[in-house]
C-alpha cells in the first residue's frame, strides 16, 4: 500500500532563516504532488504541484520554492522565511489526473 | 470565481445523525470529495462522489449531491465522540497538467456524549 511521509512534524525557526521541508512517497510510481498551507482559519491554499521530476507549477507568487530532484521526493524551501510563513503545512499525492489527493500528516511551522 | 463554502460549526449528541452542508461553484466540477482532519493531524480522504451520481453510501457515510443547485451534503449515521474533527469538502477543477482541490474552509463537527 502507498505511504506519505512528511518531516519534521514541528519546526520553530526565526525570521530571515532558510527552511527546507520533507515529503516522500512510498508504494506507488511517477505520482503527482502537492504542496498545502493551512493557515488559521483552516482554509487550505494550494502552494506547488508537481506531475513529474523537475516539473513544478507554482499557484500563488510567494517566498516559498519548491523541488522535485526524485520521483516521490517533493521539497519545499526559503532562502529567508518571514513572519507570513507560519502555518501548516500540508504534501500530498495523488496516482493521475482526477484521482483523489492523500495527505501527509503535515508540518506545523511556527515563525519567531 | 472559486468559492466552496460550509458552515463553521456543528454539534450533535453521540447517537444521532450529523449533516454537514457545502455549496460550490464551479459547475464543471467532476469530483466532490470531503476529507476528515483531527486536531493537529493531516486530511483524511472520507469519500468522494462523482458529478453524475447523486448519491454515494459508504457505511455510516452518505454523500447526497445536487447538481443543480450546486450543493453537497455528508450524513454520518450514528454520529460517535470519534467523529469530532473538521470537515472539509473540496470540488475538483480542471488545472492543466492535473486537477485542483479547492476546498472550503471546514466544518467542526463536536459530538456531545
Known amino acids: 500500500s502507498q505511504t506519505i511521509h512528511q518531516w519534521p512534524a514541528t519546526l520553530v525557526q526565526p525570521v530571515g532563516s532558510p527552511l527546507s521541508l520533507e515529503c516522500t512517497v512510498e508504494?506507488?510510481?511517477?505520482?503527482?504532488l502537492y504542496w498545502y498551507r493551512q493557515a488559521a482559519g483552516r482554509g487550505l491554499q494550494l502552494l506547488f504541484y508537481s506531475v513529474g521530476i523537475g516539473q513544478i507549477s507554482s499557484e500563488v507568487p510567494q517566498n516559498l520554492s519548491a523541488s522535485r530532484p526524485q520521483d516521490r521526493q517533493f521539497i519545499l524551501s526559503s532562502k529567508k522565511l518571514l513572519l507570513s510563513d507560519s502555518g501548516f503545512y500540508l504534501c500530498?499525492?495523488?496516482?493521475?489526473?482526477?484521482?483523489?489527493?492523500?495527505f501527509g500528516d503535515g508540518t506545523r511551522l511556527s515563525i519567531l | 470565481g472559486e468559492d466552496v463554502e460550509q458552515s463553521l460549526f456543528l454539534s450533535v449528541r453521540e447517537g444521532d445523525s450529523s449533516v454537514i452542508n457545502c455549496t460550490y461553484t464551479?459547475?464543471?466540477?467532476?469530483?466532490l470529495y470531503w476529507y476528515k482532519q483531527e486536531p493537529g493531524a493531516g486530511l483524511q480522504l472520507l469519500t468522494y462522489?462523482?458529478?453524475?451520481?447523486d448519491m454515494k453510501q459508504d457505511q455510516r457515510l452518505t454523500v447526497l449531491l445536487n447538481k443543480k443547485d450546486k450543493h453537497l451534503s455528508l450524513r454520518i449515521a450514528d454520529t460517535q465522540t470519534g467523529d469530532s474533527a473538521i470537515y472539509f469538502c473540496a470540488e475538483s477543477m480542471d488545472g492543466g497538467a492535473t486537477n485542483k482541490l479547492i476546498f472550503g474552509t471546514g466544518t467542526l463537527l463536536a459530538v456531545q456524549p
Open positions: 500530498a499525492w495523488s496516482q493521475g489526473y482526477n484521482q483523489p489527493q492523500h
Open positions: 462522489i462523482f458529478s453524475n451520481m
Open positions: 464551479d459547475s464543471s466540477s467532476t469530483y
Open positions: 508504494g506507488t510510481s511517477n505520482p503527482n
